[in-house]
């Protein structure tokens, strides 16, 4: 009986939990993909906003070294989906800050901004992108090799093993 009491007790509290926890506004919040380091001068920045609406206008803001920033670029995003905004100007080489709002009027606050984020436009990046390049060149090479290793291996172990006949069919031959 006890058990029985228990279990029910115990049901009723799973299913409040689960009505609570659905009724529950979700905090708006946007996040990015943090440090960005590129060769292109117009970068294309990825984000998640989440909240309670459909979807919300995502705004792209760039500052430079002296902090002020300016927006760079606007998408409408779903909410709960990776967006992306490319920069609407060209970046000169150098380092910046960069963050993502998102806006709904519905919502309360109406305007969230992501975490602040480094930006780096740079030459450098355009060499690890050239070796990212010349690395996938190579690699259809490379995997035949793998593939191939297998069998030289087993093809070896053939050999051995009819050489170790061989030898041994010939010392049986000599004793007889």
Do not use: W
């Amino acid at each position: 009986m006890i058990k029985n009491k228990l279990k029910f007790s115990l049901l009723i509290m799973l299913a409040l939990t689960v009505f609570v926890s659905g009724a529950m506004a979700v905090t708006p919040a946007i996040t990015t993909g943090g440090v960005v380091e590129t060769s292109d001068h117009t970068p294309t920045i990825t984000f998640t906003p989440v909240g309670n609406n459909a979807s919300y206008l995502c705004t792209l803001y760039v500052g430079n070294a002296s902090g002020y920033e300016t927006a760079a670029g606007t998408a409408t995003v779903s909410n709960n989906t990776e967006g992306s905004i490319t920069c609407d100007r060209s970046l000169s080489i150098g380092t910046y800050t960069y963050n993502v709002s998102m806006y709904n009027a519905t919502e309360s606050p109406t305007t969230t901004f992501s975490s602040n984020a480094a930006l780096e436009v740079t030459t450098f990046a355009s060499v690890i992108s050239m070796l990212g390049n010349l690395v996938g060149i190579f690699t259809p090479i490379v995997n035949i090799v793998v593939a191939i290793i297998p069998i030289l291996i087993a093809l070896a172990l053939a050999a051995f093993v009819i050489g170790l006949i061989s030898a041994l069919e010939q010392k049986c031959k000599g004793k007889m």
